[in-house]
């Protein structure tokens, strides 16, 4: 059973830093795409940045330059992996629930539907 956890959202002042983390389990390590959605209040979840079983990563435009997404290379356990998102100068723009997902597959896009979803992470940027 897939399982995904998120954590590190957190409230900042413009101009901060976040990392966010995702504890998957149940998953094959080079056998899913992984990627990070928000949704802010009022508007559709869009994707943020993804992971795909290449290990190549793409970029929302809002995030780019800005973001960074990465996966931990030193698990030993093949059913799990951690993916964290590092954002930098973050504005009050960038508020809104963080989510981590999954889809079964090497290659992705923020439009294909991804199975596994976590529970997500709250960020809130203040001026």
């Known amino acids: 059973q897939v399982q995904l956890v998120e954590s590190g959202g957190g409230s900042v002042q413009a101009g901060g830093y976040l990392r966010l983390s995702c504890d998957a389990s149940?998953?094959?390590?080079?056998?899913?795409?992984l990627a990070w959605f928000r949704q802010a209040p009022g508007k559709e979840r869009e994707g943020v940045a993804r992971?795909?079983?290449?290990?190549?990563?793409?970029?929302?435009?809002?995030g780019q330059g800005r973001f960074a997404i990465s996966k931990d290379p030193t698990s030993k356990d093949s059913a799990k992996a951690t993916l964290f998102l590092e954002m930098t100068s973050l504005s009050p723009e960038d508020t809104g629930m963080y989510y981590c997902?999954?889809?079964?597959?090497?290659?992705?896009?923020?439009?294909?539907?991804?199975?596994?979803w976590g529970q997500g992470t709250q960020v809130t940027v203040s001026l």
């Open positions: 997902a999954a889809r079964p597959g090497l290659t992705c896009g923020f439009r294909d539907e991804f199975a596994y």
């Open positions: 149940g998953i094959a390590r080079s056998g899913y795409c």
């Open positions: 992971y795909n079983g290449f290990g190549r990563t793409a970029y929302a435009a809002s």
